[in-house]
């Protein structure tokens, strides 16, 4: 019986031999945990030091963003040309979709650049799934989503105690209302471990589980388009290649909509940080 190739470094990626097929006496060597792991580029495994794939994929994608809005505005014209058009679109998109709609014209105007910024880095992180050689979503690992998800949680606390003060900051942290009576301190314990806890977390959570499983699903078709290529399995590979396909055309569509959620999210924390207490 063949086996899928392990490797006794648990940090490399672990890939499937080429020659496995079905009828060939080895197994299906499924997507799972290890397909998110990657040998280090530089520095050593395990070390305070180390540079690998998702890192150089983050990488590319703040220069890429900041390459295309530097071409986009850098001479920026009356009468824009294709690249501007494209850059004003996006951005356009960002501060009166998300932000205005959210946090109104006068309150969000100071978020735009942020929040413009979070949303490209964000889609493209994501959309690094479908593109070819990289073929891999950066924010698939926890660690991306839950710096981000912390820089906004961060800007959402200042803005609740620069705003309320320490005392009216806690009473728009924990919904104080005098009017609920006897059930106000059991709102306000829930309403504190929503906002300081469970909203961080979730805001982190959703957007990792997301190209979590979108990643695992396109590695399971891929790997058993080439695994079913094989006698009478050719034609059960078929099926599978077109729902790579498919998948694919999901994902391109779920990146955005998680970038746009994401950002979405963090407006709304705001907004919520920036609501008068009553």
């Known amino acids: 019986m063949k086996e899928p190739a392990v490797s006794a470094d648990p940090t490399q990626v672990l890939a499937f031999e080429t020659d496995c097929h079905i009828f060939d006496g080895c197994g299906f060597p ?11 580029l530089w520095g050593e495994a395990g070390s305070n030091a180390y540079f690998n794939k998702p890192m150089l994929l983050a990488l590319l994608g703040s220069v890429i963003i900041v390459a295309f809005f530097w071409a986009a505005f850098g001479k920026a014209k009356i009468v824009p040309g294709k690249l501007q058009m494209v ?18 014209k006068k309150e969000g105007e100071k978020y735009v650049p942020f929040m413009v910024s979070l949303f490209f880095f964000v889609w493209i992180l ?6 070819p050689v990289a073929q891999f979503p950066v924010t698939s690992i926890i660690a991306y989503p839950a710096v981000l998800a912390l820089i906004v949680y961060v800007i959402w606390m200042s803005v609740t105690f620069k705003r309320h003060g320490f005392v009216g900051g806690l009473k728009n942290l924990t919904g104080y209302d005098k009017s609920l009576g ?11 471990f929503s906002n300081v806890l469970v909203r961080p977390f979730t805001h982190a959570v959703r957007l990792f589980a997301n190209m979590f499983a979108g990643h695992t699903l396109l590695l399971l078709f891929t790997i058993a388009s080439w695994y079913l290529l094989n006698g009478i ?46």
């Open 126 to 131: 994501n959309v690094w799934s479908i593109v």
């Open 182 to 192: 006897g059930v106000l301190p059991l709102i306000m314990i829930i309403e504190f």
């Open 87 to 104: 850059g004003e679109a996006g951005y356009d998109f960002v501060r009166r979709g998300i932000v205005y709609e959210t946090l109104g």
């Open 233 to 278: 399995g050719i034609a059960y590979a078929g099926v599978s290649f077109v729902m790579v396909i498919v998948m694919t055309a999901f994902e391109l569509f779920i990146q955005a909509v998680q970038a746009y959620v994401f950002v979405l999210l963090a407006c709304s924390f705001i907004q919520g940080a920036l609501a008068e207490h009553h």
């Open 30 to 40: 499924g997507p799972g945990l290890h397909s998110f792991l990657f040998e280090p």
